[in-house]
């Protein structure tokens, strides 16, 4: 039962580059969400998404972008990273039926130089 | 507005003490659901407990308890004869508005536990 993957765990890159985190779930839950973590912040929203081609923003969702073509796979792209992008990126999923508890990935430490 | 307070930040206890986390919260619904997370030191976000709106009663599950309490807006917990394993960041969460199309939690910034031997 390999649950929610996160891929990479971490990564470094620079100013101005586009970059990926992966996230993919083998539960076929319904939800999927994009997190960030930063110190003095706790969990902030990015994005969400209800269902495959169903995407929200969340609190802080400029500079992301998300997409979600299968229900498995919720990719978050960076576009144009920035160092405030520096953080540690958490995707969770959870079953559709009300509310569920959220079930996380280990996380991507991104830092942007 | 909806909000989620952990006024503790850190707390540091020693071995076998019992420690209580503060969780209040502010909400204009009437059916809510608070959660409690664990993030240890590895850093992995785990579930620890979900409670609706209408269920007030304590749960306990081993050392741990939590105390549901809608009159002071509060769902504290309380860790009994703390250990080492128990250090970790704690979160606090509360549902936001109906479900419906959205799952969006409110969280509390959490409070740092550390269990000292």
């Known amino acids: 039962d390999a649950g929610i993957t996160q891929s990479p765990r971490y990564k470094i890159t620079e100013t101005g580059r586009q970059v990926t985190l992966m996230c993919h779930q083998t539960?076929?839950?319904?939800?999927m969400f994009w997190y960030r973590q930063d110190l003095g912040h706790g969990l902030r929203l990015i994005y969400y998404?209800?269902?495959?081609?169903?995407?929200d923003k969340g609190e802080v969702p400029d500079g992301y972008v998300v997409s979600r073509s299968k229900t498995e796979n919720f990719p978050l792209t960076l576009e144009s990273a920035t160092r405030s992008q520096t953080s540690v990126y958490f995707c969770?999923?959870?079953?559709?039926?009300?509310?569920?508890?959220?079930?996380f990935g280990n996380g991507t430490r991104l830092t942007v130089t | 507005a909806q909000k989620v307070t952990q006024a503790q930040t850190e707390i540091s206890v020693v071995e076998k003490e019992d420690v209580t986390l503060d969780c209040v919260y502010e909400?204009?619904?009437?059916?809510?659901?608070l959660f409690w997370y664990k993030q240890p030191p590895s850093g992995e976000l785990v579930f620890l407990i979900r409670?609706?709106?209408?269920d007030e009663q304590n749960e306990i599950s081993g050392r741990y308890s939590w105390n549901f309490q809608k009159s002071t807006s509060s769902f504290n917990f309380t860790i009994t004869a703390s250990q080492v394993v128990d250090s970790a960041v704690y979160f606090c969460?509360?549902?936001?508005?109906?479900?419906?199309?959205?799952?969006?939690?409110?969280w509390g910034l959490g409070t740092s536990l550390a269990v000292n031997p």
């Open positions: 969770a999923s959870i079953l559709g039926q009300g509310w569920s508890p959220l079930h």
């Open positions: 539960w076929s839950h319904s939800y």
């Open positions: 998404s209800a269902a495959a081609d169903i995407t």
């Open positions: 909400t204009r619904d009437t059916t809510y659901y």
């Open positions: 409670r609706n709106s209408f």
């Open positions: 969460a509360l549902s936001e508005g109906r479900a419906g199309n959205n799952r969006k939690l409110i």
